[in-house]
């Protein structure tokens, strides 16, 4: 591997840049190819026996998924990371690993749906209870703990509703009662959110979006703070055959190259549309951490090195047909179920009675906005026009 990939000195644009590049791997070519392959042939017995488990087949791995596997580990500072077919895979995959029957775990309320589901089907089918604890809950985790409770799950900020959580505090005082912390860590990123200098035992990527970063290619990582962490989840993911596209993590790759330079973008784009959304009569509030007064602000601005282009507008009440006339007509804001992509996308956010705790009051009309790398100017003009629409219909 390059000798600057490693330097922590080097600053973070540099590193993304040469992170997980091996001049020897990619035959002297500046990228490293995605090597395709099933089958590795041994000449010798002693070889064969020689040859450690995790490179005597395709499944375990590729030069190019471990290359992005190595990168995004150093730029976490992990002891290693584990890619996954997706983001959700990633979580399941965690989660399945740090739990046993009887277990308890507490997860945040606020959390990426499919988690909650997947808590209440199949964790629950394992005998593994769950108790949904309130983001802002910082040092209160302690009393929430049981004598089963060996996980702690955090996002944040939370992907609908965006809630920061005092990780450190969590990490704290879910570590004296002996339960491993993890995160959901995509809104950040590792670029701006240090999750396992704050605490975080295993965080968890959907690399699907600002990593992958253009919308074409699903992929999910788990970066472990320790060797044996590492070493404990990553048995667990080989025992379910998981196992990564060389494509995929050759498209990881090249998106990581301009991971830093397009997060800096999505920050000046998101906050510009942000501020004016947030002057508008029919906004009732704008739910984006680095915005000063939104909620959460105080903390992000102590743990993290800076926002992506996510965040929430949350209207005055609107019918639906108000709603729909706004969305059906938007130009640039296309409705889709993802974000992190270099294009700016739009979705309504269901308030939810299954919550514990909600920053949306009940005929709250919540869209989660994606900010791309559009010019801003034209993203406002989309969103003026969208605004007029909804005012004028009943
Ligand atoms: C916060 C968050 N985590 C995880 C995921 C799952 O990622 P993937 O779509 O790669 O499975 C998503 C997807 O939207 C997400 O928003």
């Avoid at 699907?208 to 070493?231: N, P, Q, W």
């Avoid at 869209?367 to 010019?375: A, D, P, Q, T, Y």
Wanted: charged share 15%; hydrophobic share 45%; net charge neutral.
């Amino acid at each position: 591997m390059s000798d600057v990939s490693t330097a922590v000195d080097l600053h973070v644009e540099t590193r993304v840049t040469h992170v997980g590049r091996d001049a020897k791997l990619s035959n002297g070519l500046v990228n490293i190819p995605p090597y395709r392959g099933s089958t590795v042939l041994f000449d010798e017995v002693a070889e064969l026996k020689k040859a450690s488990g995790h490179r005597a087949y395709g499944r375990w791995g590729s030069p190019t998924s471990r290359a992005l596997e190595a990168a995004l580990a150093q730029l976490e500072g992990g002891a290693n990371a584990m890619l996954t077919p997706s983001g959700l895979s990633a979580i399941t995959t965690a989660l399945l690993a740090s739990v046993k029957p009887g277990d308890h775990v507490l997860m945040v309320d606020s959390v990426y749906p499919p988690v909650r589901s997947f808590c209440d089907t199949v964790l629950k089918r394992l005998d593994i209870s769950t108790t949904y604890y309130p983001p802002q809950v910082g040092a209160g985790i302690g009393a929430l703990m049981q004598p089963n409770t060996t996980v702690v799950y955090t996002e944040s900020p939370g992907s609908g509703t965006f809630e920061v959580q005092d990780i450190p505090a969590i990490c704290a005082a879910a570590h004296a009662a002996g339960a491993r912390v993890l995160m959901d860590n995509t809104w950040g990123t590792a670029l701006l959110f240090p999750a396992l200098q704050h605490g975080v035992d295993l965080s968890i990527h959907s690399l699907t979006k600002y990593v992958v970063g253009h919308s074409d290619a699903l992929l999910g990582v788990i970066v472990a703070r320790t060797r044996e962490l590492y070493l404990e989840v990553r048995a667990f993911h080989g025992a379910l055959g998981l196992t990564v596209s060389p494509d995929d993590a050759f498209l990881g790759l090249r998106g990581l190259r301009t991971l830093a330079l397009r997060l800096r973008q999505h920050q000046e784009n998101a906050t510009t549309v942000a501020q004016w959304l947030l002057e508008q009569p029919q906004v009732r509030t704008v739910l984006y951490p680095a915005l000063p007064g939104a909620p959460g602000h105080e903390l992000w601005k102590r743990d993290f090195n800076g926002a992506s282009g996510l965040f929430a507008v949350v209207l005055r009440p609107a019918s639906e047909a108000a709603v729909s006339a706004m969305l059906d007509g938007m130009r640039l804001f296309k409705m889709g179920f993802s974000w992190g992509g270099f294009e700016s996308l739009v979705v309504p956010v269901k308030g939810g009675s299954h919550r514990v705790s909600s920053p949306l009051a009940a005929g709250d009309v919540c869209l989660r906005i994606h900010v791309g790398l559009e010019n801003p100017q034209d993203l406002i003009a989309d969103l003026r026009s969208g605004l007029q629409r909804l005012a004028a219909t009943a």
